[in-house]
T-cell receptor, first 109, second 115 residues
Framework: GQNIDQPTEMTATEGAIVQINCTYQ??????LFWYQQHAGEAPTFLSY??LDGLEEKGRFSSFLSRSKGYSYLLLKELQMKDSASYLC??????????WGSGTKLFIKP | ETGVTQTPRHLVMGMTNKKSLKCEQH?????MYWYKQSAKKPLELMFV???????ENNSVPSRFSPECPNSSHLFLHLHTLQPEDSALYLC??????????????FGPGTRLTVL
């Protein structure tokens, strides 16, 4: 079967750094997406990784290790507005998106 | 604003009602999707339309009926729903389905409650 695992919830402090992990077991791999979803709003695209390594985009970075079936999203200098759910999704060999259940991130002052 | 709009944003209906959800994309994309999002569960893909042709129907009950009159508009017709159908229904669009880098852009969703 296909499976994406993410922690259900995480809590971090404003100004700090948080790492949200995602592990996957899928039939094939053609890339991994991270999306951010604020409560009651649309999921919005954050990043796409298909090669191993770290992709940096401002305060957000995403890392991929294909051999380990593992990715993480790193958020630096946390702000209250970063409180949201973060969704990990993998494109499998049929080019279908397999979604994780999302990680709800709480930021405390 | 992602360029994908959905109406209504909230809907409460009885099990015998008939209603429709509407989605419109202003991005010039070729594919549109309906997803169901329930609390603490992964997004469930319901239907995919590629150039107005339905290419995927993931064993969705017949009480959900999609319609795609053109590549910018997508509807989800609802009838005789069950309380377990209460969820957030998300519409998405993308430019090049089947390409690894194809990114889906989502609307804000319709929060559906079935009484």
């Amino acid at each position: 079967g296909q499976n994406i695992d993410q922690p259900t919830e995480m809590t971090a402090t404003e100004g700090a750094i948080v790492q949200i992990n995602c592990t996957y077991q899928t039939s094939g791999f053609n890339g991994l997406f991270w999306y951010q979803q604020h409560a009651g709003e649309a999921p919005t695209f954050l990043s796409y990784n298909v090669l191993d390594g770290l992709e940096e985009k401002g305060r957000f970075s995403s890392f991929l290790s294909r051999s380990k079936g593992y990715s993480y999203l790193l958020l630096k200098e946390l702000q209250m507005k970063d409180s949201a759910s973060y969704l990990c999704a993998v494109i499998d060999s049929n080019y279908e998106l397999i979604w994780g259940s999302g990680t709800k991130l709480f930021i405390k002052p | 604003e992602t360029g994908v709009t959905q109406t209504p944003r909230h809907l409460v209906m009885g099990m015998t009602n008939k209603k429709s959800l509407k989605c419109e994309q202003h991005l010039g994309h070729n594919a549109m999707y309906w997803y169901k999002q329930s609390a603490k569960k992964p997004l469930e893909l319901m239907f995919v339309y590629n150039f107005k042709e339905q290419t995927e129907n993931n064993s969705v009950p017949s009480r959900f009926s999609p319609e795609c009159p053109n590549s910018s508009h997508l509807f989800l017709h609802l009838h005789t729903l069950q309380p377990e159908d209460s969820a957030l229904y998300l519409c998405a669009s993308s430019l090049a389905p089947g390409q690894p880098t194809d990114t889906q852009y989502f609307g804000p969703g319709t929060r559906l409650t079935v009484l």
